[in-house]
């Protein structure tokens, strides 16, 4: 039961492509799972993704949003 509340909380918060549009402040929005919108200063926008490789942080950047 626990588990279901857990899958159907995090799909609410799941960026859609009409938030991801009318996103403007520089910053980071997370997506879920490690995934997250990055908007620099000078407006550019990028996918990364925060992950664990050998118990260090790693972050990878995906590409332009």
């Known amino acids: 039961r626990g588990s279901r509340e857990f899958r159907r909380a995090r799909a609410a918060n799941k960026l859609t492509a009409t938030a991801v549009q009318k996103l403007r402040h ?3 929005y997370p997506d879920g799972a490690g995934l997250s919108l990055v908007i620099s200063s000078s407006a550019k ?4 993704y925060r992950y664990q490789l050998n118990g260090r942080a790693r972050e990878m950047t995906l590409g332009d949003a």
Request: net charge positive; no cysteine; charged share 30%.
């Open 26 to 28: 520089p910053g980071r």
């Open 45 to 48: 926008r990028s996918w990364a």
